[in-house]
């Protein structure tokens, strides 16, 4: 049974040769899952150019349900969307090296799952060809977005989000494209040399990096928190029973994070499988993110608890109303799964046994994923069927057109992924070489002796550093 | 701004934050709706249908609860079937509330639009700017009345097959898909009246500007007019009963007086008021 992180004895072209086979051409399972995603998006967008000439109509969407899946999904991808942000910037600050075989698939996760939180917005519009105008521009006639509204702070606060964490993607895997361009042959090695931006592994390079992925890694926790507070500012600042609730934004942010862990979870699974990545994302490795899953699980589950029993011991008819609504009424069962899911699934987590069990784990993560997709469903709906004025109360179920739409979000995210792993490394290669650097050397007294200050720094009379360049 | 000064000067200050400063205003709209005297027959909501251009959306929608009816009598039954199958609804124990937009002047749906298509006029008015709005409905989601309603479906061809077309009130737009909509308290008619006092060189009197519903509704129970003028019929109902503009909790001691808003302990501050039916004990 494996118990360290990573074999401390892995050759570097080793590490090279693994993570630059993940990029050949791909076998035949690869292109039926393309498929598969391409078929899911087809689905949506047959749904979406209904929706778009018919109106929100079809989607069952009415009085009172005026928000329903698509608002709840879209907050359920920006959660997803907090699984690099958690992996890469947090765990690198605290400088838990476990995340490095790991970091690359959940900051692109990241990235992904905000293009595709980003759709809805749009999607959910009554007049989509106008959603331009909750952007600041300069129009003619002097008209700004309302700055007051939540929406608008949604838009602001996403696209910033975005383009950091694409910034960051990008930025971190600069000395991958190095070792891509320097492997690769035709329009591969045009895109890595560009995209690389001339890296050559030099000392001033190396210094300079650091220093800026260092700093990127801090710019983006604190985004990352104000993005998922700001989306949990749409309910939290509506009056509405259910809605009105001061610890949403907290909320909020241990459930994306919670959200985006489990789905770290499946991938790796699913990566370590189809590319073989065993060496790399191992199993002990799992065993951490598994725990820290549960961790949050638990965090998630007494903010859970805890709204629930400030509802219950608190003056608001109303809102108390709503909670046992939940419980009780016509969405129950979609309730009491999402808790289920939430709750009592991650316990799993907490057994090593468990842990190690591989199918296990991917069907928990799933589980888990699903739970938290309810519990964005369960905020918007029973709210809205159920609010302070009784004349207005409605049950309400979403119609094809919107299960059609959330669904191929699942295919449009899997397809912009796939690409992903087969033209970027999904497992970062000089990362990796500097958790096995450290690792080995951990366990050498001597050359732990002669390292002053931090492992890896040069010391004085050495040469230049020769990682990275081309011999 | 002292908080006690906002506390209690709630509703200016935030029609002042609006116009950008403290205004005093020209009109402040208002309603009072006797219940007692309603009688529940739907004139009232048919002829906003009329007035308004609202589309009939058809037996299947209306199922759906995609209905548009700005104006909506909803019936509650507070006592048991007292009465028998000969007598009227309110005798079997049935009361109608007509609610229609309260044009609240602390709306909870003017900050929430991405837009800016929802805002407070200075006649008192919460406006709603059809070909600014987007359709994000999250002014439908904030209002606790539930009282904005949203185009599901172009309704154009479907409602107004030719010649109904002709019938369309030609001073209102008829709204396309994806906008939201709601009771303006006939903002159309209010303009027009405002245009022939400002052509006569004269104020608007009471009586120049009836909202379709008070216009139509057999009983008078609907009384609209402004509430700044102190001899306008509405103003001397509000004051009668002891109701302010601009409060959150009013002084009920008087148990003999009926008036009412509807949730105003949200601080919504709304522009319509109740006076309940007169019960007997």
């Known amino acids: 049974m494996q118990t360290k992180d990573i074999n401390e004895n892995i050759a570097w072209a080793k590490i090279n040769k693994d993570v630059l086979r993940s990029m050949e051409n791909p076998r035949m399972g690869y292109w039926v899952a393309l498929a598969a995603c391409v078929a899911m998006i087809a689905c949506a967008v047959v749904a979406e150019i209904y929706q778009y000439q018919v109106g929100m109509g079809p989607a069952n969407l009415n009085w009172p349900h005026m928000w329903d899946l698509y608002i709840a999904t879209f907050v359920f991808w920006i959660g997803m969307s907090h699984s ?52 600041p521009y300069v129009s003619d006639r002097g008209i700004w977005p309302n700055f007051r509204s939540p929406l608008v702070w949604d838009a602001f606060a996403i696209t910033t989000y975005m383009t950091s964490s694409a910034l960051f993607l990008f930025i971190g895997m600069i000395p991958d494209l190095a070792i891509c361009r320097d492997n690769a042959r035709g329009w591969r090695q045009k895109l890595y040399t560009v995209l690389s931006l001339g890296w050559q592994g030099d000392d001033r390079q190396w210094r300079n990096f650091r220093r800026i992925y260092l700093m990127m890694a801090c710019f983006l926790i604190p985004l990352a928190v104000s993005v998922h507070s700001i989306v949990s500012a749409d309910f939290a600042m509506s009056i509405m029973p259910g809605w009105h609730i001061t610890s949403f934004p907290p909320y909020f942010v241990a459930g994306a994070l919670y959200s985006g862990c489990a789905a770290i979870i499946t991938l790796f699974i699913i990566l370590r499988y189809f590319f073989r990545f065993d060496e790399y994302m191992t199993i002990p490795i799992l065993e951490k993110t598994c725990k820290l899953t549960f961790a949050i699980a638990m965090v998630w589950s007494y903010l859970t608890l805890i ?27 979609f309730f009491w799964l999402m808790l289920f899911c939430g709750i009592i699934v991650p316990f799993a987590l907490a057994f090593e046994k468990l842990r190690r069990h591989l199918p296990t784990m991917f069907v928990v993560s799933l589980l888990l994923n699903l739970g938290m997709w309810l519990e964005r469903w369960m905020i918007v709906t029973p709210t809205l069927a159920m609010s302070y004025y009784p004349f207005a109360w409605d049950i309400m179920w979403p119609s094809m057109v919107q299960w059609a739409i959330v669904f191929g979000s699942f295919g449009w995210f899997g397809l912009l992924f796939l690409i992903f792993v087969k033209v970027f490394p999904s497992v970062s290669m000089y990362e990796v070489k500097e958790m096995v650097f450290h690792r080995r050397h951990y366990h050498s007294e001597e050359i732990a002796t002669k390292l002053h200050r931090r492992e890896g720094d040069p010391q004085p009379g050495d040469g230049p550093s020769t990682e990275g360049v081309r011999s | 701004m002292s908080l006690k000064n906002i506390l209690e000067n709630w509703s200016h200050y935030r029609r002042g934050i609006e116009e950008g400063g403290h205004h005093d205003y020209e009109h402040m709209w208002g309603m009072a709706i006797d219940l007692n005297k309603c009688t529940g027959c739907n004139a009232c909501s048919v002829a906003c249908y009329a007035e308004n ?3 009939t959306v058809g037996k299947e929608r209306l199922m759906k609860g995609q209905g548009l009816h700005w104006l909506r009598m ?7 079937n007292v009465g028998g199958d000969d007598q009227e609804f309110q005798e079997r124990g049935g009361s109608f509330i007509p609610t229609m937009c309260q044009q609240c002047n602390a709306a909870p749906c003017e900050p929430v639009c991405p837009v800016a ?24 989601n904030n209002c606790p009345y539930r009282l904005r309603y949203f185009n599901f479906y172009s309704y154009y061809e479907e409602s107004w097959p030719e010649p109904l077309n002709l019938q369309l009130n030609p001073d209102i737009s008829v709204r396309d898909m994806g906008v939201m909509e709601k009771c303006t308290f006939c903002v159309q008619r209010v303009r027009s009246a405002k245009d022939t006092a400002a052509r006569e060189g004269r104020k608007v009197m009471d009586g120049d500007v009836q909202t379709a519903c008070a216009q139509t509704c057999p009983t008078q129970a609907i009384v609209f007019g402004d509430m700044l003028d102190k001899e306008s019929k509405v103003s001397k109902i509000w004051a009668a009963h002891e109701v302010e503009l601009g409060k959150a909790k009013q002084n009920k001691s008087n148990k003999e007086l009926r008036g009412y808003r509807v949730l105003e302990g949200l601080n ?14």
Request: aromatic residues 14%; contains cysteine; charged residues 20%.
């Open chain 2, 53 to 55: 251009n609202l589309p």
């Open chain 1, 84 to 135: 690099g942000t958690l992996l890469s910037a947090i765990l690198h600050i605290i400088q838990a090296d476990w995340r490095k075989p790991i970091y690359r698939f959940a900051e692109a996760m990241t990235l992904f799952s905000l293009m595709t939180a980003g759709l809805f917005p749009i999607i959910h519009l009554g007049r989509v060809w106008n959603m331009y105008w909750v952007l």
């Open chain 2, 117 to 140: 298509a929802t805002y407070h006029t200075p006649d008192g008015l919460n406006a709603q700017i059809y070909n600014r709005c987007i359709g994000s409905r999250y002014c439908a």
């Open chain 2, 74 to 80: 909803e019936r509650y039954w507070d006592e048991p």
């Open chain 1, 307 to 333: 709204e629930f029993a400030s509802v219950w011991y608190g003056h608001d008819a109303v809102a108390k109303e709503a909670l046992v609504e939940r419980f009780v009424g016509p969405y129950s069962p």
């Open chain 2, 268 to 281: 919504t501050d709304p522009s319509v008021l109740y006076l309940d039916r007169v019960r007997e004990v």
